[in-house]
């Protein structure tokens, strides 16, 4: 940012922003990783029960609330407007940074351009292990941006930024990693709630479903994910996430579906 004349040139600042629900598990390794770094770190909770409040105010007073859950969009669009800082960092609350990572944000930091978004590789691990295939890593994610820029677009889930005609798109130096899975039944909970949002929003957009295109649609995510994206060197932890990443494709379109399909109760 250029400095006026006799002036040093303002130091840019840094948000880290979080939506959560139900996150104490996970949430203080997160922002331990971003603590004593960012300049602001904005929470937003969807209706936590748990210790989740209680654990973000120890690194921060930006922690609102918003129970009212509109989708996963649309809920970082309100979390974007309690930001103040000048570029913000995404994060999820099983996420945590890495040093090299910090130090590449650091660098654009120094000189940042007005235009640009950048993503960064997410290492995710699951099961006891780091999955490197599967299709899952480098598994690229758009994170960081000026505020002013952009913001997310309005998904129900699998959200994500809008990229501004002209705007560029680059990629950050090292790892985001995300602790993602570590119980099968882990899985089961995140992947309802993702496949009745997916459903939610393909009956809004008039889509239809059938029970053969969610077997052709898993039988073909499971070739995909085990062979050709070698999730077979994942070794035990790749063939369950092939085998779960098909049942969650299935599930996805059996509840479209089933929302979908005319039925009449019997008198």
């Known amino acids: 940012m250029p400095a006026e004349p006799g002036h040093a040139p303002r130091r840019v600042t840094l948000a880290v922003a979080l939506i959560v629900k139900n996150e104490a598990q996970y ?32 690194y921060t007073q930006a922690f609102y609330t918003s129970a009212d859950w ?11 407007t309690h930001v103040t800082a000048d570029w913000i960092l995404w994060l999820d609350a099983d996420e945590r940074v890495t040093p090299q990572l910090r130090a590449s944000i650091d660098a654009v930091l120094q000189d940042p351009p007005a235009n640009t978004v950048y993503q960064v590789a997410r290492l995710s ?15 690229y994610v758009e994170r960081l941006h000026p505020r002013a820029l952009t913001r997310y677009n309005d998904a129900l889930v699998h959200e994500s930024l809008v990229l501004p ?39 809004a957009a008039g889509k239809k479903g059938s029970l053969l295109t969610a077997t052709l649609h898993a039988g073909a995510r499971f070739i995909r994910t085990y ?11 790749g063939f369950l996430l092939s085998v779960m990443a098909a049942q969650s494709v299935f599930n996805k379109y059996a509840c479209l579906w089933s929302r979908t399909r005319q039925t009449r109760r019997p008198d």
């Open 27 to 58: 949430l203080a390794a997160c922002l331990d990783s971003v603590a004593g770094w960012a300049d602001e770190i904005v929470i937003l909770d969807s209706g936590s029960t748990d210790a989740t409040e209680e654990i973000a105010r120890r």
């Open 70 to 80: 509109p989708g996963f969009g649309p809920q970082r669009q309100r979390a974007q």
């Open 125 to 139: 691990w699951a099961f006891g292990q780091f999955i490197r295939h599967c299709g899952w890593y480098p598994g």
């Open 165 to 203: 005609p002209g705007a560029q798109l680059k990629t950050l130096q090292g790892d985001l990693l995300h602790f993602t899975y570590a119980t099968v039944d882990e899985h089961l909970r995140k992947s309802a709630g993702y496949a009745i949002a997916w459903a939610e929003q393909r009956e």
């Open 227 to 237: 062979f050709l994206r070698l999730g077979i060197l994942d070794g035990k932890a």
